[in-house]
């Protein structure tokens, strides 16, 4: 003796709300299984210890003070000294025009007709 679908989707319903899970009778993808899940936001943070200070806060703490940051004049010094040798960044493009100049590219000559 067969039971109606009708009856078994009322039973179905009634465990969901028993049991606070989701009613999908269809079994469609929902994604409700990802997102009952806790969130690793929090445990994933806590992992990597806190951040600490570094010369660049101190700098931004005391814009007043004069300070003197090895590091940065060894990155401005290679970037003067590779630009000297025409081998550094080329310049921004201040204005469209600029820009679109050297953007397009021209189409290739048309070949000349075969000999025949």
Do not use: H
């Not at 465990?15 to 445990?43: D, H, M, V, W, Y």
């Not at 570094?54 to 003067?80: H, Q, S």
């Amino acid at each position: 003796m067969a039971v109606a679908r009708s009856r078994i989707l009322d039973l179905m319903k009634a465990q969901c709300r028993i049991f606070s899970t989701t009613f999908n009778p269809e079994g469609k993808r929902t994604g409700n299984k990802i997102l009952r899940q806790r969130l690793k936001g929090p445990a994933v943070a806590a992992y990597y210890p806190p951040r600490t200070a570094t010369f660049k806060d101190l700098v931004n703490a005391y814009p007043d003070l004069e300070t003197w940051d090895d590091d940065e004049e060894d990155r401005l010094d290679k970037i003067e000294n590779a630009q000297a040798r025409g081998k550094g960044a080329p310049k921004k493009k201040r204005t469209a025009e600029e820009s679109k100049k050297f953007g397009k590219k021209r189409p290739p000559p048309a070949t000349a007709p075969a000999r025949g």
